[in-house]
């Protein structure tokens, strides 16, 4: 089983790189972003819950996330692998993850770490705000999201480092050029893999 997780501050192109690295590795996606979206447009006690928190520009909170994640991801652990895309958010949820995947026996292989400068984010999301009229796009819920993300999601970065998991990919590229990056940290990981299998 080949577990990823892609990691970087909103506006990143988390989702755009996760769908690509499904295309390409056969793994199943889940993002509790769309997840949380689903749900609001569906509008659905979860759904209205989640929106006050989104709207705000702050993290929903680890308790209902982790409760969410889990029963989607029992839902396919005989597949070949997961991306999990904006999850974790915070250390809490990080831990649970782990705890939960090595019960499984199926631990997080690598973290795809995707950098892009703080204006560049702006203005990835203010563009986005303008196509779609997501709620969350707002220039002063934006400022507020990157503010979150540093507080308190950047710190994953040593915790993933501590693991030795962490790969960090140049978000600043077009997008191909960045999955192109992101194809051989995963290609440099398998390969590594198997040469360890087979001395074995």
């Known amino acids: 089983m080949l577990n990823i997780i892609i990691f970087g501050p909103p506006g ?3 989702g755009t790189q996760s769908a690509k690295i499904v295309e390409k590795y056969k793994l199943i996606h889940l993002s509790t972003g769309d997840l949380f979206r689903e749900e609001i447009e569906k509008d659905t006690p979860l759904g209205r819950k989640v929106k006050e928190y989104i709207d705000k520009g702050l993290l929903v909170p680890d308790k209902i ?9 029992s839902e396919h652990m005989d597949s070949p ?3 999990f895309d904006g999850f974790p958010r915070t250390i809490v949820q990080a831990e649970a993850l ?6 499984q026996n199926i631990p997080i292989n690598l973290v795809i770490s995707v950098e892009v400068e703080e204006n560049e984010l702006f ?3 203010m563009s986005r705000s303008e196509d779609s009229g997501r709620s969350d796009d707002a220039e002063e819920i934006i400022w507020r999201r990157i503010e979150v993300y ?14 030795g998991k962490l790969a960090t990919i140049n ?14 940290a995963i290609d440099t990981y398998l390969e590594k893999k198997k040469i360890l ?3 074995k």
């Open 12 to 14: 990143s192109g988390k």
């Open 81 to 83: 692998g997961f991306v």
């Open 65 to 73: 996330v982790l409760r969410e994640f889990y029963c989607r991801a």
């Open 98 to 103: 782990d705890r939960m995947l090595n019960r």
């Open 150 to 163: 540093k507080e308190q999601t950047l710190p994953l970065l040593n915790f993933y480092t501590k693991q």
């Open 171 to 184: 978000g600043m590229a077009p997008v191909d050029e960045v999955f192109s990056k992101i194809s051989h």
């Open 123 to 125: 203005k990835r999301m």
């Open 197 to 199: 299998s087979d001395i």
